[in-house]
Nanobody, 127 residues
Framework: QVKLVESGGGSVQAGGSLRLSCAASGYSISRYCMGWFRQAPGKEREGVVIIDHTGRTSFADSVKGRFSASRDNAKNTLSLEMNGLKPEDTAMYYC?????????????????????WGQGTQITVSS
């Protein structure tokens, strides 16, 4: 049974930093795109960052230079470091298990292909 559990959300002032973690169970993440999506009220779900099975990353333009992500295949975990947070980063953030052996770019821009999501963790950035 695939399970994704996020942790580390919260509230922060603009310019601050937060770290999210995702623990996967029920499968080995090594062959899959893994990453983070977010959804703000009234907006579509957006791919924030995806890491594919080769370790390549794909970032949304809005977070480039501010966010970084890493995966630990041995521990079956994923993390997201968010720096320079802005109010527009406020959203529910979801860990996602993507497709096997697909590229990071493809996985990020095709959220309809995601079949497994975490429960989500709220990030709120105040100005």
């Amino acid at each position: 049974q695939v399970k994704l559990v996020e942790s580390g959300g919260g509230s922060v002032q603009a310019g601050g930093s937060l770290r999210l973690s995702c623990a996967a169970s029920g499968y080995s993440i090594s062959r899959y795109c893994m990453g983070w999506f977010r959804q703000a009220p009234g907006k579509e779900r957006e791919g924030v960052v995806i890491i594919d099975h080769t370790g390549r990353t794909s970032f949304a333009d809005s977070v480039k230079g501010r966010f970084s992500a890493s995966r630990d295949n041995a521990k079956n975990t994923l993390s997201l470091e968010m720096n320079g947070l802005k109010p527009e980063d406020t959203a529910m953030y979801y860990c996602a298990k993507g497709l096997e052996y697909y590229s990071a770019d493809y996985c990020r821009i095709n959220p309809d292909q995601i079949k497994y999501w975490g429960q989500g963790t709220q990030i709120t950035v105040s100005s």
